[in-house]
């Protein structure tokens, strides 16, 4: 069967692609792409480790075909630091040690990023509750809710 | 960015214990670093992995023609493309495997052993195709009946995994075959005396599910093999050179033709410490004449890769009046799924290890069952033992009226004491973690309606091994630094502040790499809580090797004996009666002179890291028990822990918080669960809940430091013992709140509410 033909924006640039009915966006955002910085822990929709935002809403990439990206634009991790000048999120997880094997965290920068641009001053119940659906197996949570608090207290100017 | 440091205290180090910015660390929040599934070759193959649909069932016959006539399929391989194996073990850290199981792990020969057990695998054009493929091969299976618990599979009527298997360790050999593999006996003391002197004795029976390591990445390898057989891999592991040795032997091919690149690694916990994938692509690959890759799916991850014995455990336990425990007794079996190899072993030694007991028995069972084949997960078989012991010991605590902590105190094991597994400890840290959680503000603070508090204190006994290290001195008087064992959780970080520390330069003088197998000798796996302690070991050495090799350098310019040149914070001088006749040289200028003076400066150490130290921790956990639903919240959380000396803190403290979530998560959610059919039926992470952040609190973390001798900084291992307490200080915790006791993990809604309907039909509930 032939391929689809998507055009799409991604982190600001505009992209072509070919995908098969079946690929998720998270397939051809890692193989079509090569933007291996989103990752695939689950295709179910229940890690977050495939976070990205379309047209600035959150999702699971793995949850979305990639045939819907069409028209829409998409961002990941790799457009989240400004040239040379990491997004103050990314920072903060270096400066609190919030990541060990790492493989979670652009996941969780994404989210995150999506949690600040909507609520400037969460409560750490709220950080904790919005980040549920992004798994992470090494860090027990603490210095990455650590980091998400501390970069929103910075972006506010606190 | 590397200057950006804190420091927690006055140190006589310049970084040493200090909080510098992982040098990866950029990496790995712009998307740039590599994991398993990252890579991509020319030209590479998609391979998929055929797996069993039944537990048990004998394999008659596999029909590959109709899938390899498939437009698109370019290989396909089944057991026969792996030579059969004699029995042979192999040491992959923590565990032993022997290649005659290895082999039918990988590629099921004889029979299928559980429900996911590879049988065949398929390298395609699209993985589309590959997936169609796999839907053409014919296998005739005789489905065979099947056993998934292990005291069900002890019975003489079960059905046998393999029928050649003979229990090791009973006198007389046992005539026939059986599902125990193994039955071991520790201890010292005369357990029946024992027993005899106690004036309260305590016997309770436990049991634990199957956990998963739960590693967020999961198993992907991309394999390249060459017309004349050179063959490059590409992987994630917490082992290459392990790999490399496990496929080359599975394959029948030289190990020096084989090279592994070790990926950034999301995650390992002990769960890639062996082969699955691996010798499949590299078999395809070599079938295909292309590269293969292969990525599991979450569900193969659960399926088919290990997870840790679910067990039963009976402990026994006898008290003097005055709280001293005079005798301790322990019974436990764990499952190996489908072939030989529990932690059990670990787990019997580690039972009561943080205590001084003078009569001392652990027996163990090793059982195979029709499930994945477990692999190690964190502290393989402690946290289960200890679970189990520290239950008993918190009740009888209560029983006798003590507190807690002060009855672990009248026992607790320290320098001198011979362990139950035998050994003299040397200086160890128990007494002060257990010290500082008795004078800890959370041991004091009041608890609310309907909330508990637990203490426990685990062990783990860290391991060293072979270890090889490579430090460069570049032409501008920069370092390359490059190690051998993955870097899982910060390694890089702690090796360059020991490299830093020991040439006394800056952090961002040297640069770290984990080499791949062509690029220094062997190494074991990042494994044991090792890797900081024996590439730190090797790092100092080849620090100290490239510092005598600069001295040198100068002295031969200088015209002065070797040991008139001293090395001092990135410079060399004359020294003693010389000292002040010529100007120090930077190291810039030493590099210059290499070509000069003999060429290249570097310093190379490979060792067998002797002299790990075990690290003991004592835990402190609330819990809020809802008395309606039977939800059990973990609301405040303390670990206390030995690390010996903390490289760097803030990843000591992460492997804390990060061993007591998964240790949480083994106490309350975390099973693998089975249908009457021998199906797993929960082999996804919505069914198969680990902790996410709304489920914990804050982790607070106190490092305690008592030096090992035996490492140049101190260094004792971290990463394991946090799993180990957190499963007793947890259902201590729950005990406490609801005034009944939960024998059996995990400690879910359904079953923490059946049990306190129980207890309140009976008048016995706190709640």
């Excluded at chain 2, 992959?92 to 057990?117: F, I, P, S």
């Excluded at chain 2, 952040?693 to 030096?707: K, Y």
Aim: net charge neutral; aromatic share 6%.
């Amino acid at each position: 069967m032939a391929k689809h033909h998507v055009s799409a924006t991604v982190n600001g640039d505009p992209v072509e692609f070919l995908c098969e009915t079946e690929d998720t966006l998270l397939d051809a955002l890692r193989d079509s792409l090569g933007l291996t910085g989103t990752k695939e822990g689950c295709s179910t929709g229940d890690c977050g480790a495939c976070s990205v935002t379309v047209d600035g809403r959150l999702v699971c990439s793995c949850l979305m075909l990639a045939v819907e990206a069409e028209g829409k634009a998409v961002a990941t991790i790799e457009g989240m630091a400004q040239g040379d000048t990491l997004h103050p999120l990314q920072r903060k997880f270096l400066e609190h040690a919030a990541l060990q094997c790492g493989v979670c965290t652009p996941g969780f920068l994404v989210a995150a990023k999506a949690l600040l641009d909507r609520s400037p001053e969460p409560s750490e119940t709220e950080v904790r509750y919005w980040l549920a659906g992004n798994l992470c197996r090494c860090t027990g949570y603490d210095k990455i809710v650590r980091a998400v608090l501390d970069a929103a207290a910075e972006l506010r100017g606190a | 960015m590397l200057d950006k440091v804190k420091t927690d205290k006055p140190n006589a180090y310049d970084w040493i214990g200090t909080r510098p910015v992982r040098p990866d660390g950029v990496d790995k929040v712009t998307g740039r670093a590599r994991f398993g599934a990252d890579l991509a070759m020319p030209g590479q193959l998609v391979g998929k992995v055929l797996r069993s649909p039944h537990p048990h069932a004998r394999i008659r016959s596999i029909d590959v023609r109709a899938a390899a006539a498939l437009a698109g399929v370019k290989a396909i391989v089944t057991a026969d493309d792996f030579p059969d194996q004699a029995a042979q073990l192999y040491a992959a850290g923590e565990q032993t495997v022997d290649y005659r199981d290895m082999v039918r792990n990988v590629m099921a020969r004889e029979k299928a052993l559980y429900e996911g057990h590879a049988v065949a695998a398929v390298a395609a054009t699209s993985a589309s195709i590959a997936k169609r493929a796999l839907r053409l091969i014919r296998v005739d299976y005789e489905v065979l009946p099947h056993v998934i618990d292990p005291v069900a599979a002890m019975k003489p009527d079960a059905p046998l995994l393999h029928e050649d298997l003979i229990t090791v360790g009973v006198e007389p050999r046992p005539k026939g075959p059986s599902n125990v593999a193994k039955h071991i006996e520790i201890g010292h003391g005369d357990i029946t005396a024992g027993f005899r002197q106690a004036d309260l004795v305590l016997e309770r029976s436990f049991t634990t599910k199957p956990v998963h390591q739960g590693y967020i990445e999961p198993h992907a390898v991309v394999a390249s093999v060459s017309e004349d057989g050179q063959a490059d891999v590409w992987v994630t592991t917490q082992g290459h050179w392990m790999v490399r040795a496990m496929c080359a032997r599975l394959l029948g091919w030289d190990i020096g033709k084989v090279r592994v690149t070790a990926s950034e690694i999301g995650g390992g916990f002990g769960g890639k410490t062996v082969v699955y994938l691996e010798p499949v692509a590299l078999a395809l690959a070599k079938k295909a004449r292309r590269p293969v890759k292969m990525v599991m799916t979450r569900e193969e991850v659960f399926l088919a890769s290990g997870p840790t014995s679910g067990a039963h455990v009976r402990v026994k336990v006898g008290v003097r009046k005055d709280g001293v425990i005079i005798a301790a007794e322990a019974e436990m079996a764990y499952q190996a799924g489908a072939f030989a190899g529990s932690p059990v072993g670990a787990g019997a030694m580690c039972a009561f290890a943080p205590y001084d007991i003078e009569h001392v028995k652990v027996v163990g069972y090793d059982v195979v069952t029709n499930r994945p084949k477990v692999a190690a997960y964190r502290a393989p078989g402690a946290p289960i033992a200890e679970f189990a012991v520290e239950s008993v010991v918190d009740e009888l605590a209560q029983k006798l009226g003590f507190d807690p902590i002060e009855f672990r105190l009248k026992n607790a094991a320290k320098q001198g004491t011979k362990a139950a597994y035998g050994p003299k400890f040397g200086p160890i840290g128990l007494i002060e973690t257990l010290e500082l959680a008795k004078a800890h503000e959370h041991w004091k603070t009041p608890l609310g309606p309907n909330q508990g508090r637990g203490v426990a204190s685990g062990f783990w006994f860290n391991i060293g091994g072979d270890t090889s290290v490579s430090l460069q001195l570049n032409e501008d008087g920069t370092f390359s630094l490059t190690a051998g064992t993955p870097d899982i959780g910060g390694l890089r970080a702690s090796l360059l502040m020991m490299a830093a520390e020991e040439l006394g330069v800056n952090l961002d003088r040297i640069r770290v790499q984990i080499g791949d197998t062509g690029q220094l000798g062997y190494n074991m796996l990042t494994g044991g809580s090792r890797s900081t302690f024996s590439s730190g070991m090797a790092t100092v050495e080849a620090a100290r090797e490239l510092k005598r090799e600069a001295c040198k350098r100068a002295a031969k310019l200088w015209e002065l004996p070797e040991d008139a040149v001293e090395y001092r914070k990135g410079t060399v001088r004359p020294t003693g009666p010389n000292a002040g006749k010529h100007t120090p040289m930077a190291l810039r200028d030493i590099a210059g002179i290499a070509g000069k003076t003999g060429g290249p400066i570097a310093g190379y150490a490979r060792l067998n890291a002797q002299g790990a130290a075990p690290s003991f921790a004592t835990h402190i956990a609330d819990v809020e028990v809802d008395p309606e639903t039977g939800k059990v919240m973990v609301i405040r959380y303390t670990a206390i822990q030995d690390a010996g000396r903390a490289i760097h803190p803030s990843y000591v403290e992460g492997q804390y918080q990060g061993g007591v979530a998964q240790g949480i998560g083994w106490a309350l959610n975390e099973e693998y669960i089975y249908g009457p059919d021998g199906k797993l039926q929960n082999p996804g992470f919505l069914d198969y809940r680990v902790p996410v952040a709304s489920d914990l609190p804050m982790i607070d973390t106190v490092i305690v430091e008592v030096p090992n001798p035996r490492h140049p900084y101190g260094v004792r291992g971290v990463g394991e013992t946090p799993i180990v307490p957190p499963l007793a200080a947890v259902a201590n915790a729950v005990a406490n709140a609801t005034g009944v006791r939960f024998p059996d993990l995990p400690m879910s809604p359904p079953r923490v509410l059946a049990a306190l309907d129980e207890a309140r039909s009976q008048g016995a509930a706190k709640m």
